[in-house]
Nanobody, 124 residues
Framework: QVQLVESGGGLVQAGGSLRLSCAFT????????MGWFRQAQGKEREFVAG????????RYGDSVEGRFTISRDNTNNKMYLQMNSLKYEDTAVYYC?????????????????WGRGTQVTVSS
């Protein structure tokens, strides 16, 4: 069974950077498209970024385009989210998600497996 474990969250000042990691176990990582979502307190879970199974294709939510970079390492079964120029409104719990198939877009229901999340707090 697929298990996802996020790490790398923490407290950072506005304008700073963080790198999140998602460790994937249980199945063949390269068979899964992957995504990052986030959920701020009192808000719905929103799409942050997605990456194709090969890692060659990516897409981003409008609010993070140009600041965040998603990537994956199919040799070591990990996915990453490099977050630069962080803003107070990026504060949220960040989740990684896996889809057994090609889809790596913004539809939450297309992802079958989810991690427990890692907290990112940006101080203003």
């Amino acid at each position: 069974q697929v298990q996802l474990v996020e790490s790398g969250g923490g407290l950072v000042q506005a304008g700073g950077s963080l790198r999140l990691s998602c460790a994937f176990t249980g199945r063949t990582f390269s068979n899964y498209a992957m995504g990052w979502f986030r959920q701020a307190q009192g808000k719905e879970r929103e799409f942050v970024a997605g990456v194709s199974r090969s890692g060659k294709n990516t897409r981003y939510g409008d609010s993070v385009e140009g600041r965040f970079t998603i990537s994956r390492d199919n040799t070591n079964n990990k996915m990453y989210l490099q977050m630069n120029s962080l803003k107070y409104e990026d504060t949220a719990v960040y989740y990684c998600a896996a889809n057994f198939g090609p889809y790596f877009g913004s539809e939450r229901n297309s992802y079958e497996r989810w991690g427990r999340g890692t907290q990112v707090t940006v101080s203003s």
